[in-house]
Every structure is written in C-alpha cells, then in structure tokens.
C-alpha cells in the first residue's frame, strides 16, 4: 500500500520561510508528477506547484518567484520551499504523487495523497 508523509508545516510570521517535505513508500513502481495543493479556510483547493519526472515545473501565479519545488527520484521525495511568506499563503498544504502500481489484476496509474500540514502566516 502506497502512503505519503508530510513534515514542515508550522506558525511563521510574514517574510519567513518554511520548507515542507513529502516522502513516499510503498508499492510504487515509479512515480509520474509530484505536486503539492493547498486549500485555504472557505476556499476550494488549489494547485501551488508541480514538477514532472524530468524536472519541468508548474507554478502557481500567486506563489512564482517565492516558492520551489523539487524532487528526488531515487528517495521517492518532494519538497516545497516557500520564502518571503504571505498571511494568504496559509492554509492546509497537500503533497500529491501520480504513481504507476502494482495492483493485483496488473498495473495501473493512480494518485496519492498526503496527510496535510497546516501552514499559518501572520501579519
């Protein structure tokens, strides 16, 4: 079974830095995108950051020039490091991995989620 582990989340005031860690174990076979969402008090979730097998990367605009993912393919881990902290960039943080598995009729692609860590900026 596949289960993904997230560190780092904290109470920071605004213009901190906080990085967050997301490590997987498991049956994965190999792992396609890692991505981390965030989703905030009344909001719906939203996608902060994603990076692909080869390393090419999605960011949100709220977060360019802030925030950075990357990834380690042999640790099966993806971090997040976000500086220059916003109050509206609180919320609870979730990684995310789209994994290929061994399921028990074969294969198959499936995502997988974190825990959530809660992320709190104050003014």
Known sequence: QVQLVESGGGLVQAGESLKLSCA??????????????????????????????????????????????????????VDLQMNNLKPTDTAVYYCNFNCNVNVGYGLANRDYWGQGTQVTVSS
């Open 24 to 77: 997987g174990s498991g049956s994965i076979l190999s792992i396609n995108t890692m991505g981390w969402y965030r989703q905030a008090p009344g909001k719906t979730r939203e996608l902060v950051a994603r990076i692909t097998r080869g390393g090419t990367t999605v960011y949100a605009d709220s977060v360019k020039g802030r925030f950075t993912i990357s990834r380690d393919n042999a640790k099966k881990t």
